[in-house]
């Protein structure tokens, strides 16, 4: 794909880029994003109905199998060219911020420094009565449990129907706020309240970009909506700004 001049002149002229990234970014990882089937033993299963305080609470020795059998995958896995152009166009830019949905990992892994953890780490611990993180337990239970009160432990990401840590929202909304070039990037556009970061960054004058494989309900309303993989993408839209 041609990246559009209009485009590149934009992240010439753009002072704060901003980029929401959804599990797409991580697929050719080969992280598995929600909106495909699941592997192996966890294909009969819905993670929308594994990512839920519910679910935990009615077996939560099957949500932790789920987890650990995630920062397995993760842990073998390394960031693609996708993740390592971001750390690039951060260096062509005066400045760029991350706000990523996913819990992986990988951006910081490629190098990116600025990267706000929108839905928590998946490699986290936190005690599922009292919230505070926990790093001393003992993980080779079926079922860790609090070091601190006993309490069960559940990982310390952010759950379908839960709310985003204060800190992350108010990180996340500055960002949006004072950029003037967004980018979402691989995501669905509809786990809310991240889907509406785009629109909130347009409203203020900022110029949109999606890049994602099909269309979603963002690309009707975004500026420059470049389909294909964001693996392919970046890099070629990274290379434009270095040579054109
Ligand atoms: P999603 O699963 O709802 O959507 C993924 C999007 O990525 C789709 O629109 C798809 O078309 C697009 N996509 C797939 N492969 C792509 C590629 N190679 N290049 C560009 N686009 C590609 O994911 P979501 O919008 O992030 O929301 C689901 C929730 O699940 C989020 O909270 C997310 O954090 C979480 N999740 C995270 C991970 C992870 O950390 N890697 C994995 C799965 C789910």
Aim: net charge negative.
């Amino acid at each position: 794909m041609t990246i559009p001049d209009k485009l590149l002149g934009a992240l010439r002229d753009a002072q704060q880029v901003c980029v929401l990234t959804g599990s797409g970014i991580s697929a050719e990882s080969g992280v598995p994003t929600f909106r495909e089937a699941q592997t192996g033993l966890w294909e009969q299963y819905d993670p929308h109905e594994l990512a839920t305080p519910d679910a935990f609470q009615r077996d939560p020795a099957l949500v932790w199998r789920w987890y650990r059998w995630r920062r397995e995958l993760v842990a073998s896995v390394e960031p693609n060219a996708g993740h390592h152009a971001l750390v690039k166009l951060a260096g062509l830019v005066p400045a760029l911020t991350i706000i990523t949905q996913n819990v992986d990992g990988l951006h910081q892994r490629a190098g990116s420094d600025k990267v706000i953890e929108f839905h928590g780490n998946l490699f986290e611990n936190r005690c599922f009565v009292e919230g505070c993180a926990v790093t001393d337990a003992d993980m080779s239970a079926e079922v860790p449990v609090c070091t601190g009160c006993g309490a069960m432990l559940r990982p310390g990401v952010v759950w379908f129907g839960e709310s985003i840590p204060e800190a992350a929202m108010h990180a996340a909304e500055s960002a949006v706020h004072g950029c003037d070039l967004f980018f979402s990037i691989g995501t669905s556009s509809l786990v809310w309240p991240a889907a509406g970061f785009a629109e909130a960054a347009r409203q203020q004058g900022a110029s949109v970009v999606e890049i994602n494989l099909d269309a979603t309900p963002l690309s009707s309303q975004a500026d420059f909506c470049l389909q294909g993989k964001s693996g392919t993408l970046l890099p070629e839209l990274v290379n434009c700004l270095t040579v054109k």
